[in-house]
């Protein structure tokens, strides 16, 4: 079936540098690629996301890319801060089903001050 | 979260009953979404609902059910069907589904089962 994998699983960054999450899918459909958020206990919050017809999307400290050739999109943040440590799930849509979301495994990300 | 909410936030369930979890929303979305989480992995699709009174399985739908009678409500049951059922659930609704394009999906704060 139609899968994304997510890399890495864990990231360790010092505050300030900058972490790039990246994702690659399998349905050559998929048209909408969003990034979610999600702190402990708590439900995902969208940051950000894509649709097909753009490769690059920014607001403030957080950009996404897509290449759509090599099925890949990336979650760029720069300057990162201590609250920006929490787990990042990235997902793309099913082509041919609507709404439905395909979600990659998470990537526990640590900004350590 | 913002217009979605999820109830109870903690439920724990012996073994053998069945347990219903509730989500609400006043956001007027078409679209709504029942998802598992468990540690460490990425979210699994339950149920989901495009319309009332209409609903399709997900990829992990079995053990489960759900009902869609009214458009702000879509209550799933965890039956004791369901093998291993303690995991966080995330329910999430969208506006509507545009033909050919996906929609943006905003969730709810979760509920955590856990089967004593």
């Known amino acids: 079936g139609e899968n994304v994998e997510q890399h890495p699983s864990t990231l360790s960054v010092q505050e300030g540098d900058s972490a790039v999450i990246k994702c690659t899918y399998s349905d050559s459909a998929s048209n909408y690629f969003p990034w979610y958020k999600q702190e402990l206990g708590k439900g995902p919050q969208l940051i950000i996301d894509i649709r097909s017809n753009v490769g690059e999307k920014k607001d403030q400290r957080i950009a996404v890319t897509l290449n759509k050739t090599a099925k890949h999109f990336s979650l760029h943040i720069t300057e990162t801060q201590p609250e920006d440590s929490a787990v990042y799930f990235c997902a793309a849509s099913m082509g041919n089903q609507g709404g439905k979301l395909i979600f990659g495994q998470g990537t526990e990300l640590s900004v350590k001050p | 979260d913002g217009g979605i909410t999820q109830s109870p936030k903690y439920l724990f369930r012996k073994e053998g009953q069945n347990v219903t979890l509730s989500c609400e929303q006043n956001l007027n979305h078409d679209a709504m979404y029942w998802y598992r989480q468990d540690p460490g992995q990425g979210l699994r699709l339950i149920y989901y609902?495009?319309?009332?009174?209409?609903?399709q399985k997900g990829d992990i739908a079995e053990g489960y059910s759900v009902s869609r009678e009214k458009k702000e409500s879509f209550p799933l049951t965890v039956t004791s069907a369901q093998k291993n059922p303690t995991a966080f659930y995330l329910c999430a609704s969208s506006p509507h589904r545009l033909a050919g394009a996906a929609d943006t999906q905003y969730f709810g704060p979760g509920t955590r089962l856990t089967v004593l």
């Open positions: 609902s495009q319309i009332v009174n209409d609903f």
